[in-house]
């Protein structure tokens, strides 16, 4: 498969209630890299293995939640192209300037149906993964500092429209379909999984009366082991576990899913098929989204449906 168009999830910004006590949580349990703070007072971090400057960043504020998510597309030459895509569409873009983010180069911004802001980018700087291009070792030091997952993978995103915002994945960023829960009366998805590579998937949006609502940014482990290995640093630090380990129908990802000291639900992911484009889509019913969810115990969990930030 020829990568080109939309590349991978970018960036993160989310909203925290205390600086510090997040910095503490994202560096030192969640074993993320701190790689800047900027004049606005936002903390920028990576994972030990992305090589670019930053993909999760917070900022302090009154409410717990998502700022944006960014998605690093091929080249300068796509960035425009789908700027003038989505303004075809119908959709009202907005240029953000360079540096207005450390290390970023200019972003395309744009709101969803689903009341989700959204944002494409061709540059950021490459600060590199501390393992030499030319003859490099598997993980580097930085890999022993937390639960130190390896990338932001995806996240899941709670709001209205998602039919509005299927279409516009599909029919203008290239992405497509993986797998998708159907609505209680089958006419319609309840949840929908989306890939622009050959990823499980790099985002999935799920119906929700509230617009904007962030569910969870997913961060990638190496192993299953290393995703239990995460869930005992979280319960030596106290972390309050939503939901596992387990392991989901949909995508067939191990996971555990917890809360950050704001109540910003994370995700330590493990796995997943790996689609092509051309692969059929995969459905659940509704009746059956307790194996989706949580395989081995067919459990829909309340907070999954109800918790959000
Ligand atoms: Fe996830």
């Known amino acids: ?160 429209n998602v039919a509005e915002v299927q279409k516009i994945f599909t029919e203008v960023l290239g992405f497509y379909l993986v797998e998708r829960v159907l609505t209680p009366d089958g006419n319609g998805n309840a949840a929908i999984w989306l890939s622009c590579g050959q990823k499980v998937h790099d985002v999935a949006f799920a119906e929700y009366p509230e617009p904007g609502k962030l569910h969870h940014c997913s961060f990638l482990m190496e192993s299953w082991d290393q995703v239990l290995r995460a869930g005992d640093i979280m319960s030596m630090n106290t972390v309050p576990v939503d939901i596992g380990p387990t392991r989901h129908g949909v995508t067939r990802g191990c996971t555990i899913y917890a809360w950050d000291p704001s109540g910003n639900r994370f995700e330590t992911f493990f796995g997943g098929h790996l689609p092509y484009p051309d692969y059929e889509t995969m459905t659940w019913t509704f009746d059956n989204f307790g194996q989706g969810l949580d395989y081995p115990q067919r459990k829909l969990h309340e907070t999954f449906l109800t918790v959000v930030s």
């Not at 939309?6 to 560096?27: C, I, K, M, N, T």
């Not at 090589?51 to 425009?80: C, E, M, N, P």
Request: glycine share 10%; aromatic share 8%.
């Open 1 to 160: 498969m020829a990568m080109t168009g939309v590349l991978r999830p970018g960036h993160a910004q989310v909203r925290v209630l205390d600086l510090e006590e997040s910095v503490h949580f994202y560096r030192d349990v969640l074993g993320l890299v701190e790689t800047g703070r900027d004049a606005t007072g936002r903390v920028y971090f990576k994972c030990w293995d992305e090589r670019d400057h930053s993909s999760y960043v917070i900022r302090q504020a009154d409410s717990a939640g998502l700022d944006f998510f960014g998605w690093r597309v091929l080249d300068k030459a796509t960035l425009d192209r789908l700027d003038a895509d989505l303004q075809a569409y119908g959709i009202k873009t907005e240029r953000i300037p360079a540096g207005e983010m450390l290390e970023t180069g200019e972003r395309v911004r744009f709101t969803l149906p689903s009341g989700h802001v959204m944002e494409l980018y061709a540059e950021k700087t490459k600060v590199g993964n501390g393992i030499p291009l030319v003859n490099p070792a598997p993980w580097s030091k930085a890999r022993d500092h937390g639960i130190a997952p390896i990338r932001l993978d995806h996240a899941l995103l709670y709001g209205p």
